[in-house]
């Protein structure tokens, strides 16, 4: 028999989409891995252990688009039915970088039927349906008697491998802590306000860029983040937090007050994703919570030094202590970068079997605990340090500190409270008090704050 005979079937991938993640992903499979006729790759032809990749189809929306890339018409065929693709006996593999909840969902849920691995890069998918994808999974392999596998990666952080870190590198760890910046707008955002660009300024300017959306609630509200963190903690801690359960606090009320209050504190601010076990009995062996917020990051922080539109994780564990993962959180090659890298787990065999290997019932509390910053917007006059102080101890919250600014002018004048750990619903129930005091301005900003690291 002759080498060529013995060498692997190559994986034959339908894929759902052809944008910018689309388009990178087909350049890279086609060009870089050797899928194409017109591949440079050295990697031309499938080995005995790994087949090469090829798209055969893609489904569009209009197949007479110009696209921003090349199709190799001699390998693929551009369909506008889906189930030219899931019904398609040949496929093997579906890639799913259409987005949406709707069309994305059905075709997800098809494919897994009918006993084709899945790669997506769809966040919002996931996170909405965490158990009943991880179900369909399951029933495909135990009913296909096929090696069924669902990939994720380039659905959190774009190019950086969080997904697979913690898939497979932290089996004889336990995680205590999962915070990410895991938006590249908001922190795009924040850092221009950072230099003092004001916030309407600063979101004209990101749209403008591309970065931000026409309608960029899904950024700048944390709905992003949320449904990236609620992916991030089903992993790390094996429990599924519904999104609807998950305090979530935008970047829309951040100011440049804050950030000159942030510098005096030695700290910036950043949008975070938070899933950490809290402390009952001993340490870290409380509820789980799960919750988006700004929050003023020490600038020795690990999380400090994403800037621009980059990500960065750090998960803190029992091992390892404080491990920080890094780098582009969107984009067109990095996010194919993590598509891809799922393609050839599936191809040589090292996709998960089981796309979240962790199950557990740990109790969640939303309701976390953190020391807080609290700026107070405020018409001057006698008494309101008195006032905030009595309001504080009526809710259980212990002042740490009062921060006060110059004042400039003195109808129109903020302060800063810093809290010592307290419950979110104490300092949020003391905000509610504050708003109905005479001298308040403006309902208070509330942000946690890290206070140990």
């Known amino acids: ?55 055969t189809k893609i489904c569009v929306r209009d ?27 040949d496929i093997d593999l579906v890639v799913e970088v259409a987005g949406g909840v709707t069309f994305a969902k059905d075709a997800v849920y098809a494919s897994l039927k009918s006993g084709k691995s899945v790669v997506t890069a769809n966040k919002a998918l996931i996170a909405e349906n965490l158990e009943e994808i991880i179900g369909m999974v399951d029933e495909a392999n135990s009913d296909s008697g096929k090696s069924v596998k669902f990939g994720y990666e380039a659905s959190v952080c774009g190019g950086i491998p ?16 999962v915070m990410g910046i895991c938006n590249g707008t908001t922190n795009y955002m924040l850092g221009k306000m950072e230099d003092g660009a004001d916030y309407d300024e600063v979101l004209k300017e990101a749209q403008d860029l591309g970065f931000a959306e026409a309608d960029p609630t899904a950024d700048v509200e944390g709905h992003d983040v949320r449904a990236k963190i609620a992916i991030l903690a089903k992993l790390a801690f094996g429990t599924s937090v519904p999104l609807e359960t998950i305090p979530c606090t ?11 209050y942030a510098k005096s504190m030695g700290c910036t601010i ?46 803190d564990s029992a091992n390892l202590g404080a491990a920080s993962y890094g780098g582009p959180g969107a984009g067109r090659y990095a996010t194919a970068n993590s598509v891809v ?96 005091e005479d001298y308040a301005l403006a309902p208070p900003v509330l942000m946690p704050l890290i206070s140990d690291y």
């Open 341 to 436: 890298a799922d393609v050839m787990r599936v191809a040589d065999g090292t996709c998960p079997a089981v796309p979240f290997p962790l199950t557990s019932n740990v109790e969640i509390d939303n309701d976390y605990v953190s020391a807080f910053y609290v700026r107070i917007s405020f018409r001057d006059g006698l008494g309101i340090v008195r006032s905030v102080g009595e309001l504080a101890e009526s809710q259980g919250v212990s002042i740490h500190s009062i921060l006060q600014q110059p004042i400039a002018d003195r109808m129109a004048a903020d302060t800063v409270v810093t809290t010592e750990a307290c419950k979110l619903s104490q300092v949020t129930a003391l905000c509610a008090l504050i708003e109905k």
């Open 270 to 315: 950043k949008l975070v994703g938070t899933a950490a076990r809290q402390s009952k009995f001993g340490e870290r062996d409380g509820p789980l919570s799960v919750y988006v917020s700004p929050k003023l990051v020490p600038e020795g922080h690990l999380l400090a030094g994403a800037t621009g539109c980059g990500n960065a994780v750090v998960v």
């Open 63 to 89: 197949a007479t688009k110009q696209r921003d890339f090349s199709i190799d018409s001699s390998a693929t065929q551009v369909v506008t039915d889906v189930q030219s693709i899931l019904n398609d006996k």
């Open 162 to 177: 969080i997904i697979h870190a913690l898939q497979s590198g932290y089996k004889g760890d336990i995680i205590n802590e």
């Open 1 to 55: 028999m002759s080498p060529s005979s013995q060498l692997a079937r190559p994986l034959r991938i339908g894929m759902i989409g052809a944008g910018t993640v689309g388009g990178g992903v087909y350049e890279l499979i086609m060009n870089r891995l050797g899928g194409g006729s017109g591949g440079n790759s050295s990697r031309k032809e499938s080995t005995p252990a790994t087949p090469t990749p090829i798209i």
């Open 250 to 260: 935008g970047i829309t009320n951040v100011s440049v007050v804050d950030f000159a």
